[in-house]
């Protein structure tokens, strides 16, 4: 069993919590900006005064409503500036916020409002309010906006001018670093979220530590970024508390069509991105490139900034650096080209920060080379955010980093990563089989996860081991509500979900020859049924199935494989479940058709 800690860099009062942050930061810089607003295509400073006035306000208005310390308050919006409002507005009453993604779909939103007892919804707009009220009739829902009427944020305002300060303060004060801050609630392979317990400890000690360990990023003067990942995903609330903390400026972006015209204003200097980014930004690029008959030179500028990154990788392991060739060949494309795909950054940015799912290596190389260094991290949903990470001076291409301060990293005897430090969440709600499931008994999280430890304590992902699809947008997707759903259709036999590390969820699906030949049959179809019609029938099972999940989850694409998994066929186990590694060992071609 191989291992690897990095000691805790900073640590905090037990008693305190998340909004000590806050305070901290307003008694060291009341007016210094520490949000950005994009209005009618402006961005506007927020200090941290005025955030803090609102903050409060919102809370008064939830202890108004009836909240008390401890009650559950549910979040379902886009990246917005109100979110982060919301988030620390709750936290201030006391009580934990439970984010929804803003494409759940009516079926999750109940369960999670249910798992939760969440007992008031804010939401963004009327149309995520008619989804809470279809999931849940009694649910207390509020717009997250300043219009008049009772349901909004500026009658919480009115409301909580009844509120005396110490009546706040108290609530406030009520949390400790040991309780629950937040119930985050993941996919699980049964389908079913799971709801975290992210405690204030693990925010807290989370953002207070990262500041310390990249402070390249973090205490550069004037920092600022840009926030485009949804934040009902724990690892976009995690950097935005590492950002409050460290006084660095927050916008917030959640339209894709203005994200690129978003980072040319804003000008961030540091970002956090998701792999899809960086995938989408080099294709557009290629493609443009060839468009304009200039392909071979893009194609020479790619090799030299992989080869320089390489280079810098093993100078950074004793070896040898650039050679004076590659240094003249990396500086004339850094006058031509590489400016141009720093431009699209912002024009600023040096750093980046990717997660959620794993980056190719030649990318790394690519952006690295061309001036946007790349630090990739790993955590989960469970870890609250990162609990491994590269920095700046400690950089190891196509590896996952080094432990987060106070953090320990473990491979187990069968390869698994295990994880405990502070930012490991305090179990699942409601879930003793899940917890006794997913905990060693020293109190190491099993992530399921296989990877190995290099001799510097640089781990590397190897593979999966639990059942779960990670997009390459970062989404997590449980592939068996999917499946099942679609095996409820009569035609099909076997439904395999695939989407891994790819831009969307796809299906292959096999079909019952008997029942193929009744409905063909009872619907005056020939023999051999067309294609057409077979997948015009199959439509409506993906259809069907869709509506259990989100838009992200949704299945795209579908093919029908002409096959038969049986048990003969080593495809089927004993108890005739589909042996889905040796599928996609066979049938990796078709896959590949479906994303071609």
Known sequence: MRESSTELLVDLPAGSNVTDLLLAQHKRAPNA???????????????????????RALARGLLARGIKPGDSVAVMSKTRYEWTLADLAIWFAGAVTVPIYETSSAHQVSWILEDSAAVVVLVENEEKAAVVRQAAPDAQVVLMNDDDGDASFASLATDGKSVSDDELEVARTSRTLADVASLVYTSGTTGRPKGCEITHGNFALF????????????????ARTLMFLPLAHVLARAVQLVCLTGGVKLGHTSNALELLDDLAAYKPTFLLVVPRIFEKIYSTASQKAEAAGKGKIFRAADATAVAYSKALDNAARGGSGPSLLLRARHALFDKVLYPKLRAVFGGEVVHTVSGASPLSEHLAHFFRGAGINVLEGYGLTESTAPCTANTVALTRVGSVGIPMPGTTIRIDDEGEIQVKGVGVFKGYHNNDAANAESFTEDRFFRTGDLGTLDEDGFLRITGRKKDLLVTAGGKNVAPAPLEEKLREHPLVAHALVV????????????????????????????????????????????????????????IRKFDILDAEFTLESGYLTPTLKLKKSAVLADYGTAVEKLYS
């Open 33 to 55: 900006p520490l949000y950005a607003v994009k209005k009618d295509g402006t961005w506007t400073d927020i200090s941290a005064d005025t955030f803090l006035t609102q903050v």
């Open 207 to 222: 953002a207070v530590n990262t500041i310390e360990f990249l402070p390249e990023l973090l205490k550069q003067e004037n």
């Open 499 to 554: 989407g891994d590390n790819r831009p969307f969820i796809a299906a292959l699906v096999t079909l019952d020859p008997e029942a193929v030949e009744s409905w063909a049959a009872a619907n005056g179809h020939g023999t051999p049924v067309s294609e057409v019609a077979l997948r015009a029938e199959l439509q409506t099972a993906v259809e069907a199935a869709n509506q259990l999940v989100s838009r992200a989850e949704q």
